[in-house]
Each structure stands twice: as structure tokens, then as C-alpha cells.
């Protein structure tokens, strides 16, 4: 009798460690880099995530509970009403992944995402927030916590035993859990470079541009359109004017001064500090002279409308209305389908920032304006994750750098008075913008993501804004590097670090499994426990059936 119990506890216990091995099925693990949400203080205004810290089960944004768990989401599911819900019900963490072709991405659904940024980007969120790029084992993360969800369509007894017995969880956590410390350090690097023109007191044209980008997560702000295209027909315009000043022939009675400024997105600290070193601190400048007017590039890629901002509306006969006449005659001669508009905003000196670069010229009384295919200054394409190359339409953009142009040369060469017909054509032949060198410029631009706060520390950021600073002295005169540092007892702006981070993800089963499992495996041990001790009787009951059946 004892030899036969021991048998059957024996094979109990094998059974038992059979079916909870199953619990330890083999949990993978995948590590990637997701980057941060931009977090920073301007002006005493806090912005972007305040947090983090992760280690949460990762949950899709279908869900109806999403307390205290990682919040996947696509582009297509990342929207104002998912972004503000994930808050509502303190989730953990959202996780948003972006896919590596964003060209593959419908229209609307890149409108809709870039709303969306735009709108998360104007406050704090104390959760935080980071951003992936897509790869083969989220996307099947993404795609199973998604099937996970739509069983919410089921009665709440399925749902319950569906999620307790074949539910996958993964697990989110940072691989490095360091605290978030501020840095006012960063060092803002303004370019400029001249072309001088004949006479003594010429007066000067300032063509600005600022080259740093803005979006979600600065290590994946590119920013193509914005405004990596104003950056690239400001350096083809230093390129073909540099030819026309080299000629004495061709030398205007004009001074050009070219500059690339940083901190564009951030309230144009670069433009600030630049005007107030020219102006204040310096001996010698052609600010402290006679301006003509500055003009400023942004955003200039796309669309067939062409926008003039400006804070004043010009008066006849200024520089200003000159240029303006000019350039509505370039466009009506020769580009009649293009929409030439001015757009008047006055600057309000109660605000704090400012909504377009010019406007930092306009406070210190000089004359200026903004070009750019944009009306509205809030536009979400001045800072998305999403303004790649894909937003790009370099036919656009490089028609709009000949209106430039030919507006300018028009402007200096006093052409409409000399009688010359309106649709003369003063840059062609050797002197025609170069589509490879405007595509090559772009791409490069492109190459690395320009955040203000990367710029001045990464060695491939470094790089860039070194060659842009090549690509000056290359053409230009008096080339000049400034290098603007914040006073630390009263910065103008504070950004946080942990930027970047590594992100493990754990598949595991649910809690509710193990639970589960134990309940199993106590029934079962109840049941060979009962057949044990009342073997003599089933077998009696057993034996009576099979003998009945039989006769």
C-alpha cells in the first residue's frame, strides 16, 4: 500500500512540476533607444515632460484602464483625445513609435500627428513621454497588446479568462534610472559672413536664417522644411552673389551681410544676442549703419503661396515697398500661379516671446521682414518630429530661392528704372541656382537632428554647424563665429538632460496567470487526492459499470 502511494506522489509531483513550468516560459528581452520628450524653461515658463523614470506594463491606447501602465501608441493612434486621456488616468508612461519612412505615412494622418505635437508641446506633463523608432520586435509588441484590447468587445467573463490564461505582457523599464539635472550651459552659435559692395557708405541687406529645429523629441527634430529650406537658399544666395560681387562690373551699391543664427526656436535667443552685440557692444558694425533692410528666411519649401511678415505695413518709397514691388513683379512675370501676400502683425510688447525672427529686428527699430509659404506663425510645421525630407518639394523650394534672388538683384540693380522687362532673367547660365548642390545641402542638413541643445555637445552636431561656418568663409568676407553663453545667475533658457535612453522590454505573463495556474494545479492535486483515497470504491463503481455494459 505505502509503495503504491509513493508512486502516486511521485507522479504528482512530476505533473505538478510539468505544469508550472509552463509559467517560466522563456521571457525574451529587447533593448532600444527611445528618446525623450523636450523639457525646458523659457522665459520662467515650464514646458514639456517633467518625468523619466519607467518600469510599467505596456498597455494600447484602446484600453480602458490605463492607470499606472505604459501607453503605446503609432503616429496614427497619437492624438490630442488618447494624449490628454493617458494623463487623466495617471498612466505611467507614453510610448510613441515613429515609423522610419515617414513618406509612407498617409497625408492626414501626418496633419492630425503634427496638431497633436504642437499642442502637447505648449504645456508641462509631469509623465513621462518618449519617442521610438519603429522596429521589428515593438511592432510586434505594438500589434499584440493591440489584439489584447479588442477582446474589450467581449463579455467581461472572456475577457477575464482570456487575459488570465493567453495574455503576453511587456514589461517597460529604463536601464539607467539617474536623476533629471538641469543645464544652463549651452552655448548658442550665431555665423555671419559679408559681401561688400562698391562705394564707402553703401548701405547694407541683412539675409537671415535661422538653422536649428524643434519637435516632440529633439533627437528626432531634422526639421526639413523648417527650416532646413531657408538655410539652403541662403547659402545658394551666397554662392551666386558672391559671383555677381566679385565682378567689379557687377558690384552693386549695396553691402550683404549673410547670417545663420541659432536658437531660432527658442524665442530667436541667437537673433537676440547677436542685435545686442552688434549694437551695443560693438565698435564697429554694419548695423550701426545704414540698414536697408533685413530679410529673414523661414520655412520656404513647399506650397504656392509666398507670405511677407511684416510688424509695420511699409511705407511708399521705403526700402521695404521696393523690394516688395519687385518681388511681385518676379512672381507676376514669370511664376503668375504663386499667391504673393503681406501679412501685418503687429508685436506685442506684453508677450513675453515672439512669433517670427524679423520681429527681434523690428524692437530694435531696424527694418525688417519675414519670407516664408507659412500665414499662421503657430503652425505646427515650424516644429514636428515629422518635417523631414518627405516635406519637402525641392521644385518649390528652389523656385522660390530664384524669386529671392531675382527680387534682390532687382532691388540693388535699381533694374524696373533702368526700363528692363519684367520678367528678365538675371541668374541663369553660370549663374542658375545648382539642384545637386541644393538636394546635397538639404540632405546634409538633414543628416543630424539640430536641437539648440545638441548642437554644442555631439560631435556629429558639432560637425555640422563647423562645415556651415566653411561653407561662409568659402564665399564670404569678414566671416564671423559667434559663441553666445547664458549667465547662469539669470539664464534665458534651462534645458534638462537624460535625453536619450535605453528601454528594456521584458515578455512576461500577466500576475493573473500565476494565479491561475494555482488554482489549476490545486484542483487537480484535489482531484488525484480524492481518487487516492477512495480508490477501492471507484474501482468497485468502475468495475460494476464496464460489467454492465458488457452484458
Known amino acids: 500500500m505505502w ?85 487623466r488616468q495617471n498612466a505611467a508612461a507614453i510610448l510613441i513609435l515613429l515609423p522610419k519612412n515617414i513618406s ?88 555671419e559672413g559679408v559681401l561688400s559692395g562698391s562705394g564707402e557708405d553703401a ?103 509666398l507670405h511677407m511678415h511684416v510688424s509695420r505695413p511699409p511705407k511708399p518709397d521705403t526700402p521695404i515697398h521696393s523690394f516688395l514691388e519687385q518681388l511681385e513683379e518676379v512672381v507676376s512675370s514669370r511664376f503668375p500661379w504663386v499667391k504673393v501676400g503681406l501679412v501685418h502683425k503687429k508685436i506685442n510688447l506684453v508677450e513675453s516671446t515672439v512669433a517670427w525672427e524679423h520681429e527681434r529686428y523690428s524692437l530694435r527699430r531696424i527694418p525688417s521682414f519675414t519670407l516664408s509659404h507659412l500665414e499662421d506663425p503657430k503652425s505646427e510645421l515650424r516644429g514636428s518630429m515629422l518635417d523631414t525630407m518627405s516635406q519637402v518639394d525641392f521644385r518649390k523650394m528652389r523656385r522660390n530661392g530664384v524669386i529671392v534672388a531675382e527680387a534682390l538683384a532687382r532691388y540693388m540693380y535699381n533694374l524696373s528704372d533702368k526700363g528692363s522687362p519684367k520678367d528678365m532673367q538675371v541668374f541663369k547660365g553660370q549663374l542658375d541656382f545648382h539642384d545637386s548642390r541644393m538636394s546635397s545641402l538639404m540632405s546634409f542638413l538633414t543628416s543630424v537632428p539640430r536641437a539648440t541643445q545638441l548642437l554644442d555637445k555631439e560631435p556629429g552636431h558639432i560637425l555640422l554647424v563647423n562645415s556651415l561656418e566653411h561653407e561662409f568663409k568659402r564665399y564670404l568676407q569678414q566671416v564671423h563665429r559667434h559663441n553666445f553663453r547664458q549667465d547662469k545667475r539669470d539664464p534665458d533658457i534651462t534645458f534638462f538632460d537624460q ?20 488554482g489549476c494545479i490545486a484542483a487537480y492535486l484535489a482531484i488525484v487526492y480524492y481518487t487516492i483515497q477512495n480508490f477501492d470504491y471507484l474501482y468497485i463503481k468502475l468495475k460494476a459499470a464496464v460489467k454492465s455494459k458488457h452484458e
Open 3 to 87: 509503495l503504491r502511494e509513493l508512486r502516486v506522489a511521485a507522479l504528482l509531483l512530476l505533473c505538478v512540476q510539468s505544469l508550472h513550468g509552463s509559467a517560466f516560459l522563456t521571457v525574451s528581452s529587447h533593448e532600444f533607444t527611445a528618446y525623450r520628450m523636450q523639457q525646458y524653461n523659457l522665459v520662467q515658463q515650464k514646458y514639456g515632460c517633467r518625468g523619466a523614470l519607467l518600469g510599467a506594463e505596456a498597455r494600447s491606447a484602446d484600453e480602458p484602464v490605463l492607470t499606472r501602465r505604459c501607453v503605446i501608441m503609432k503616429v496614427l493612434d497619437f492624438t490630442t483625445e488618447n494624449y490628454l486621456e493617458a494623463q
Open 104 to 191: 509612407a505615412v498617409p497625408y492626414d494622418s501626418v496633419q492630425s500627428f503634427m496638431v497633436s505635437e504642437s499642442e502637447a508641446l505648449l504645456k508641462e506633463i509631469l509623465i513621462p513621454v518618449y519617442v521610438a523608432p519603429e522596429d521589428e520586435k515593438l511592432l510586434i509588441m505594438y500589434e499584440e497588446v493591440n489584439q489584447a484590447a479588442a477582446t474589450r468587445t467581449s463579455s467581461i467573463f472572456v475577457r477575464v479568462f482570456r487575459s488570465m490564461v493567453t495574455a503576453t505582457a511587456f514589461q517597460m523599464s529604463l536601464s539607467n534610472t539617474a536623476a533629471i539635472k538641469s543645464s544652463t550651459d549651452t552655448s548658442i552659435t550665431t555665423l
Open 203 to 305: 548701405p547694407t541687406i541683412v539675409i537671415t536664417a535661422h538653422y536649428d529645429t524643434f519637435g516632440l523629441a529633439p533627437w528626432l527634430s531634422y526639421g526639413a522644411d523648417s527650416n532646413g529650406s531657408g538655410v539652403t537658399i541662403l547659402l545658394e544666395l551666397v554662392r551666386l552673389f558672391q559671383k555677381l560681387f566679385s565682378n567689379p562690373g557687377t558690384k552693386p551699391p549695396f553691402n550683404l551681410m549673410f547670417s545663420l543664427t541659432g536658437g531660432g526656436k527658442y524665442n530667436f535667443l541667437g537673433t537676440k544676442r547677436w542685435i545686442e552685440e552688434n549694437m551695443d557692444h560693438a565698435e564697429s558694425s554694419l548695423l550701426h549703419d545704414n540698414v536697408a533692410f533685413v530679410l529673414c528666411l523661414d520655412t520656404l519649401a513647399n506650397s504656392d503661396e
Open 499 to 518: 535625453m536619450n535612453q535605453q528601454i528594456v522590454m521584458y515578455r512576461v505573463k500577466p500576475a493573473a496567470f500565476d494565479l491561475f495556474l494555482g
